[in-house]
């Protein structure tokens, strides 16, 4: 218990209390100032709003990964599997130039798109797209052994007491998944919203349009803003944690309708 | 409603799981299908239930054809082994959903649903169970929930996969008597797979023996105990004592010793004889039809189970009486009181 609680202080704890140290050197006015700055709102915007989006495709993308992985057979599947957790285990720049590489004008998927009219690096696409990417193998991860658990023989049996395959979809099987969703959907968020290597080699990184808020606290830290960069990091904190805080609460009230067998 | 099964063959792999079945149920029976495991009972019993599908042959209720139809439109009433109960939902909503589910021109109104819930919950006797989730129940609850929840549907048929296979053998035992007088209750023409004979012969109307995909017998209980059809089904049913021997001439011999039995109508060649346990009857030393030595007893309630070396060799197991006591080393003459030889 002694050793856990130090443990956490010492590699969480003591750090963000460090953070908010640091940001109280400003007065509540300039930290006000520093916020509603335009190129701050706009990068606190970017970053949440992108990472919400793409942890709302990951999880419905993810799901159906998941779902194909489990419940079928196929060659190769073993592979693809694997290939779930390469965005886990890429380092992130790697990541980073390797779509940037095949999204931008001249790139494999670049060039047909941007015939289509659709620039996808260099702009908040592009940032989207990367969320998608490194946040994944998140929702993957966490539903796939609750649906491995999950018995096929609740779908037959509600086939036979007469549910179409959608009713069974809509009342039996997201029901059981649900904790494990938000669970996936809270972990790709959090994790898409920290991201940074793979994000500024794609997002051309425009102030006010796709600049992403650690990359504008990196900037406000080489220009000696510490102050500033401080105060844009304890507005992500705080909002990180109450989201993930709700989304928490949601989880244990979901789970509550299915105690521990 | 009555249900024929023709020629059914379903293939897994190089794996025959049904091999030419044939079969009628009639209307408002309790059949049960008898088997070892990898015999083809389930296979039968989801093929029937529409969970599963045949490479060939035909299904039928009331003589319309029931492959044209998915197990959603079949009106079948099924109960797995492992309960399958929705773990989100309450009781009652397990119950309630093969009614909260149906189209919404057949749909009842809630307080119908509700009133035709609580009456199933009083037919499985739990009512009181109604708020709980099903990982708050036992396993005899659970099952009597979930044979509730199949017959909230008014099922034409119903059909119980291994039914008490999950639980442990007192309750077995209760809910097999319970499960015989609600069939009378409800009189739906009824299907269950069972491996374990005590179960298949106590409950059922009729039992229908299976190994290997096909069927070997089908009979009342009293009938494929009495009188077993096949080797198989002998050896299946009852604890039975098998014996290789040979009939030559008139003359049945274990190994080089003939035995005293009479051959009426037996074809020469190698056979196989079947006694019951029980049915071998213990006296002094060339009384019988066997002489052996006792090895090993044991006693178990109201008979002693002793371990004898026949002198042709083989080893048998008997079921006597505890009148007289047997002792290890005691040489004892065997005469089978009924016995059945089958060829091959």
Known sequence: ?261 | MTIEVRNLVKQFGSFKALDGVDLKVDNGELLALLGPSGSGKTTLLRIIAGLDWPDSGEVSFNGEDALAQGARERNVGFVFQHYALFRHMTVFENVAFGLRVQPRASRKDEPTIRARVKELLDLVQLDWLADRYPSQLSGGQRQRIALARALAIEPRILLLDEPFGALDAKVRKELRRWLRSLHQEINVTSIFVTHDQEEALEVANRVVVMDKGRIEQIGSPDDVYESPATAFVHGFIGESIELPVQVEGGVIRLGDRPLNLAVDGLVSGASKLFVRRHDMLVGPPGSGAFEGAVQHVRNFGPVQRAEVALSGGETIEIDAPRDRELRAGDTIGLKPRRYRIFAG
């Open chain 1, 1 to 261: 218990m002694g050793l856990t609680l130090s443990w956490l202080s010492i590699i969480i704890l003591i750090p963000l209390a460090g953070l908010f140290l640091k940001s109280l050197e400003l007065s509540p006015e300039q930290f006000w100032n520093i916020l509603s700055s335009r190129r701050t709102l706009n990068a606190l915007r970017v970053s949440f709003g992108l990472a919400f989006a793409a942890a709302c495709v990951n999880l419905v993308m993810g799901s159906i990964i998941v779902w194909a992985l489990v419940r079928y057979r196929f060659p190769g599947r073993r592979l693809f599997d694997a290939i779930v957790d390469v965005p886990f285990a890429l380092p992130t720049a790697v990541a980073g130039v390797a779509l940037t590489a095949l999204f931008a004008e001249t790139g494999w998927l670049g060039a047909p798109l941007a015939a289509l009219g659709i620039k996808v690096a260099f702009t908040p696409i592009g940032i989207f797209v990367a969320m998608i990417f490194i946040g994944i193998p998140f929702v993957v991860r966490t539903v796939q052994p609750v649906l491995q658990d999950l018995d096929p023989e609740i779908e037959e049996a509600a086939g036979s007491l007469g549910a179409s395959r959608w009713q069974t979809i809509i009342r039996v099987i997201l029901p059981s998944l649900g904790p494990a969703l938000l669970t996936g959907l809270a972990l790709a968020f959090a994790r898409a919203v920290g991201e940074y290597g793979s994000v500024i080699f794609i997002a051309g990184n425009l102030p006010n349009v796709s600049e992403i808020a650690p990359l504008l606290i990196v900037i406000r830290l080489s220009e000696f803003r510490y102050a500033d960069a401080t105060a844009i990091a304890v507005v992500m904190l705080v909002v990180s944690f109450v989201i993930i805080f709700a989304v928490n609460r949601l989880q244990r009230w979901a789970q509550s309708r299915i105690p521990a067998r």
